[in-house]
């Protein structure tokens, strides 16, 4: 059972560039979410969504894009890439059931210069 | 806003020391209070909190949860290295099972 994936591990962006972080999840779960975590921080939440077909935005969501066309993905899109983006990139995943526990992904370390 | 505050923001003791560790917050909706320990890479759920003063354990770690002070705090007793992490405390509400994180605690055990 491989749960939450994401791709890349890490990238290198250029100021101006587009990217778009991967995200599959295996375990038919509803509600999925992208996070941010800055150094010596918790967690941001950008966008998330409760099924497919549906997202809104989070705390964060400036500079973001998202889109659920599957249960299974939910990428998240950086346009127009800016320092203030450079971060580790959460993907994680929930039943929407009676148990709230979410599963994350390993993360994507995005550094932007 | 929803908020969540943790502390002490880090934390170093040695092997065989007990900690405690600190979570207050505001939630609109709130559901349940949860922990996750956070390894260099993804965190990792430990416990979920829904009623006041129930109290859960698993190993030497234990949680409390105060819905009228609305704090929880998590002890870990006769500290390992391996517990060495990030601690983060979310706070989930009703509204699409959204958490809200506090910053973390990062404890530090010396051998």
């Given amino acids: 059972n491989a749960g939450v994936t994401q791709t890349p591990k890490f990238r290198i962006l250029k100021i101006g560039q587009s990217m778009t972080l991967q995200c599959t999840q295996d375990m038919n779960h509803n509600y999925m979410y992208w996070y941010r975590q800055d150094p010596g921080m918790g967690l941001k939440l950008i966008y998330y969504s409760v099924g497919a077909g549906i997202t809104d935005k989070g705390e964060v969501p400036n500079g973001y894009n998202v889109s659920r066309s599957t249960t299974e993905d939910f990428p998240l899109r950086l346009e127009l890439a800016a320092p203030s983006q450079t971060s580790v990139y959460f993907c994680a995943s929930k039943t929407g059931g009676g148990r709230p526990e979410a599963f994350f992904g390993q993360g994507t370390r995005l550094t932007v210069v | ?111």
């Fill in chain 2, 1 to 111: 806003e929803d908020k969540v505050v943790q502390s002490p923001l880090s934390l170093v003791v040695h092997e065989g020391d007990t900690v405690t560790l600190n979570c207050s917050y505001e939630v609109t909706n709130f559901r349940s209070l949860l922990w996750y320990k956070q390894e260099k890479k993804a965190p990792t759920f430990l416990f979920m909190l829904t009623s006041s003063g129930i109290e859960k354990k698993s190993g030497r770690l234990s949680s409390i949860l105060d819905k009228k002070e609305l704090f929880s705090i998590l002890n870990i007793t006769a500290t390992q290295t391996g517990d060495s992490a990030i601690y983060l405390c979310a706070a989930d509400n009703t509204n699409a099972g959204k958490s809200t994180f506090g910053d973390g605690t990062t404890l530090t055990v010396k051998p």
